[in-house]
């Protein structure tokens, strides 16, 4: 079993950058593929981005394309969203999930993934 732990959230400026981190333990982040999830108050939780095994293949919600990028480094076992030109929509907690499936779809729906970590917030003020 994977655990995960997502850090680098916190208070911003609209317009400004973060770089989350997913940091993995128990075992190799390589056999999954993860996401990154948001949930802000009072509304569902809601895809961004995820990224393949290798790291070859990603995929990323609307509001999130060519803002965010997804990546991972599997030698140090962590996955990376960094996320520019933010906006107080991006306002939520982040969460990094993992999906064990075999084959090259990614999926985007939360109940596809099956390890998650505890969260951090990520606040943009205007």
């Known amino acids: 079993q994977v655990e995960l732990v997502e850090s680098g959230g916190g208070l911003v400026q609209a317009g400004g950058s973060l770089r989350l981190t997913c940091a993995a333990s128990g075992r190799s982040l390589s056999r999954y593929k993860v996401g990154w999830f948001r949930q802000a108050p009072g509304k569902e939780r809601e895809f961004v981005a995820v990224i393949s095994k290798s790291g070859g293949i990603t995929r990323y919600t609307d509001s999130a394309k060519g803002r965010f990028t997804i990546s991972r480094d599997n030698d140090k076992n962590a996955v990376f969203l960094q996320m520019t030109t933010l906006n107080v929509e991006d306002t939520a907690v982040y969460f990094c999930?993992?999906?064990?499936?075999?084959?090259?779809?990614?999926?985007?729906?939360?109940?596809?993934?099956?390890?998650w970590g505890p969260g951090t917030q990520v606040t943009v003020s205007s």
């Open positions: 999930a993992a999906d064990p499936s075999y084959g090259v779809v990614l999926y985007t729906l939360p109940g596809e993934f099956q390890y």
